[in-house]
């Protein structure tokens, strides 16, 4: 067990609708990391934030929004979902905000099935 | 810049066999790797990581990566596979940018 708590773990929805991802870290870490991992793309990272401000983007889509709130568990938001939205989505993280050489601690994971 | 290549999707070995899984790297800078391990239905977990230490790195569950410039490789070793041992790789860079860059992932089936 990573420490890291995902919730929920498994969404099932229509195309069009909107869902939140919820994620809380570790206690103690305070940078929260977004990944998406589906059969296609494999592994890949959406979005980073630290102590509440975002700092490091990567391939997040424009209907895709996260944030991070004062107790520091994150919510990822993803809006006007597609059939390719279908992915398990990943919450990681860290204690220091640098990301080289810090270690990440990955949740469990959400399992997203858009219909 | 920075990316990864896992060199084989799928390794198969027999139980009390070794294991071998390549990976190369291309980084622009002194890079940070890692290697984490997903089992079925579960979330990744660190197997190892080396951040220009030691170039022999020891990890859990008897897994070591060694880090080899010259090379750009790190591939992971564990001298006898165990059945527990069944379960997706990654090899991960971490360089100059925050996020890490994973590679495609090899799945390691191993047979009784």
């Known amino acids: 067990d990573s420490g890291v708590t995902q919730t929920p773990k498994h969404l099932i929805t229509a195309t069009g609708q909107r869902v939140t991802l919820r994620c809380s870290p570790r206690?103690?870490?305070?940078?929260v990391y977004w990944y998406q991992q589906s059969l296609d793309q494999g592994l890949q990272f959406l979005i980073q934030?630290?102590?509440?401000?975002?700092?490091a983007k990567g391939n997040i889509l424009e209907r895709f929004s996260a944030q991070q709130f004062p107790d520091l568990h994150s919510e990822l938001n993803l809006s006007s979902l597609e059939l390719g939205d279908s992915a398990l989505y990943f919450c990681?993280?860290?204690?220091?905000?640098?990301?080289?050489?810090?270690?990440?601690?990955f949740g469990p994971g959400t399992r997203l099935t858009v219909l | 810049a920075q990316s990864v290549t896992q060199l084989d999707s799928h390794v198969s070995v027999s139980e009390g066999t070794p294991v071998l899984l390549r990976c190369n790297y291309s980084?622009?800078?002194?890079?940070?790797l890692f290697w984490y391990v997903q089992h079925p239905n579960k979330g990744l977990q660190l197997l190892l990581k080396y951040t220009s230490a030691a170039t022999l790195v020891k990890g859990i569950n008897g897994f070591e990566a060694e880090f080899k410039k010259s090379e750009t490789s790190f591939h992971l070793t564990k001298p006898s596979a165990h059945m527990s041992d069944a379960a997706e790789y990654f090899c991960v860079v971490s360089a100059s940018a925050r996020q890490l860059t994973f590679g495609s992932g090899t799945q390691l089936t191993v047979l009784p």
């Open positions: 206690s103690g870490d305070l940078s």
């Open positions: 934030y630290y102590n509440g401000e975002e700092r």
């Open positions: 980084s622009s800078y002194s890079p940070s």
């Open positions: 990681a993280s860290s204690v220091t905000p640098t990301g080289k050489g810090d270690t990440q601690y």
